[in-house]
């Protein structure tokens, strides 16, 4: 496992996003590769940063930087893991494959941009606006790495990216909710004005 590989083809995915699935394709991931030596970092810069940049915010919502960060990154880790097994377990459906590996590495892949972004915003308010982007970004990435990694056929491509957004955003809710809940609850905002 190259290291350099994976943030090399993260480059290719911001210029030449057909060839950067082919060659994730081609290099064939196991999960727990791009679980532990690309998601992870990622993750916990995205998670770092986001705790930097609510600042004042997390007093109010009562929470610690140490609680933020658990939702933050352990969410989005449960969310992308639970998200490619569903995803998995329903891509038959789609004539797609049911690869585990597949979908784990198209999804955390295709989510990059958005970890990237939201890396980027904190430094200032002003890039805020990144966020948009990157989740724009991330769509159409998804929705191309679908046909080439997990071989959706092209007219069941576009059912198959709507149920597989549907999933994620719908995991990452429920996830949060769970991780808040499990770490104190939501704070009684009434005492906050």
């Known amino acids: 496992m190259d290291i350099n590989s994976l943030f090399r083809i993260q480059g290719l995915l911001f210029t030449n996003q057909h060839k950067a699935w082919l060659e994730i394709k081609e290099m064939n991931y196991t999960w727990k590769q791009v679980i532990f030596y690309y998601l992870f970092p990622l993750l916990f810069l995205s998670s770092i940063s986001n705790v930097f940049f609510m ?18 990154f352990l969410g989005s880790l449960v969310a992308i893991i639970a998200t490619a097994w569903m995803v998995a377990a329903m891509a038959p459906r789609f004539e797609a494959s049911d690869s585990y590996d597949h ?14 972004a939201s890396v980027l915003s904190s430094f200032h308010e002003v890039l805020q606006i990144l966020n948009l982007a990157a989740v724009i970004i991330t769509l159409l990435l998804y929705f191309k790495g679908t046909g080439i990694i997990t071989k959706v056929p092209a007219h069941k491509q576009m059912g198959f990216t709507i149920v597989s957004l549907i999933i994620l955003f719908g995991m990452r809710l429920i996830i949060t ?9 939501i704070p009684n905002l009434e005492n906050t004005y």
């Open 55 to 72: 600042g004042e915010q997390l007093s109010m919502l009562g929470f610690t930087p140490n609680q933020m960060f658990i939702v933050t």
């Open 103 to 116: 979908h784990i590495a198209l999804l955390a892949f295709a989510y990059s941009p958005v970890y990237i």
């Open 177 to 185: 909710i769970i991780f808040v809940l499990m770490l104190g609850g």
